[in-house]
């Protein structure tokens, strides 16, 4: 409050500026490729979010109820991931280790979905991907311990905003992906489209960060 009004109003108004906070994310320190991993696994998720109802009518008829219980297992799962296991899990592995399993699991799990044939193979799939969850919340670990304390909620925030462009940009390409698709009977593989592109999102973001905790390894070795 001791900034005269006209120095306190653009600052306000850059605090308020999502792409002033992404440009500021990228600008953290050694961890500014682990934002467009963010970003890749962010669109994967939201593009499964979308197009989840209609690629399961589609391949396997589901009404819904089939939609709400398979929707119900997902959150169950989530719940146990992130809210049981995250936190004895990063007492043991290093946040590093944990977005690597993670995602891992998540490209796995979104090529299996792809692949399922049968409606039950979608609980298998979901049920395997127990430690998918732990990957964005070890992600936001490493970016957030790369700041200091006093910029933490603006990187928060940032990374905040960065999902929220994603889950717009999902939607346009999840269901441009399913029309293409969509003439095709009921069962064809090629409708796993979407959820085959989620596959390879995941797994480039999962080479990424590979190759990224290789590097700041090879810099912090000789110290």
């Keep these: 409050e001791s900034l005269p009004l006209d120095k306190r109003r653009p600052l306000e108004l850059r605090k308020l500026n999502p792409v002033a906070s992404l440009q500021g994310l990228n600008r953290l320190k050694g961890v500014g490729p682990l934002i467009f991993v963010l970003a890749l ?15 399961t009518k589609f391949k396997f008829g589901w009404g ?5 219980w398979s929707l119900l297992a997902v959150g169950v799962v989530s719940v146990i991931s992130q809210g049981v296991l995250l936190r004895p899990l990063l007492k043991r ?4 280790r944990l977005a690597l399993v993670g995602m891992t699991s998540g490209a796995i799990a979104y090529l299996g979905f792809g692949l399922a044939s049968e409606g039950w193979m979608m ?5 395997g991907n127990l430690l998918g969850g732990v990957a964005a919340a070890a992600m936001q670990s490493i970016i957030s311990n790369a ?3 006093t910029h933490q909620g603006q990187t928060m925030g940032a990374v905040s905003s960065l999902n929220s462009l994603m889950a717009v940009c999902a939607p346009v390409v999840a269901l441009e992906l399913l029309r293409w698709v969509s003439h095709r009977p009921a069962g064809d593989l090629l409708i796993g489209l979407p959820f085959f592109t989620c596959a390879a999102l ?11 905790f290789r590097r700041q390894a090879a810099v912090a070795q000789p110290a």
């Design 41 to 55: 696994s962010s669109l994967a998720q939201f593009m499964l979010h979308t197009s989840w109802v209609l690629y």
């Design 93 to 96: 592995f290093t946040p590093q």
């Design 147 to 149: 700041t200091d304390a």
């Design 123 to 127: 609980y298998v799939v979901i049920a």
């Design 64 to 68: 819904p109820g089939q939609v709400g």
């Design 202 to 212: 995941q797994a480039l973001a999962l080479i990424i960060t590979m190759r990224f």
